[in-house]
C-alpha cells in the first residue's frame, strides 16, 4: 500500500515538473494554437462531466453491481 502511493506520489511529482519546465520553455508562438483550443476543451470537458455524473447516478441507483466483481 505505501510502494503504491509512493509510485502515484512520485508520478504526480515528475508530471507537474515536467509540465513546468515544458511550459516555461515553449515560446508564445508555439503555445497559440493550444490556447485556441480553450473553447473544445471546456465543452468537451463538460460533456465528460456530465457522464460521469450519469454514471455515478445510474451506480447509485441499480441493486445489483453492474462490473463484475
Do not use: E, Q
Amino acid at each position: 500500500m505505501i510502494a503504491a502511493f509512493a509510485t502515484a506520489a512520485l508520478v504526480f511529482a515528475t508530471l507537474l515538473f515536467t509540465a513546468a519546465v515544458v511550459v516555461s520553455s515553449v515560446s508564445s508562438d508555439a503555445l497559440r494554437p493550444i490556447r485556441m483550443t480553450g473553447t473544445a476543451v471546456r465543452r468537451w470537458s463538460g460533456y465528460v462531466l456530465i457522464g460521469v455524473g450519469a454514471w455515478f447516478i445510474v451506480l447509485a441507483i441499480v441493486p445489483s453491481p453492474i462490473l463484475g466483481s
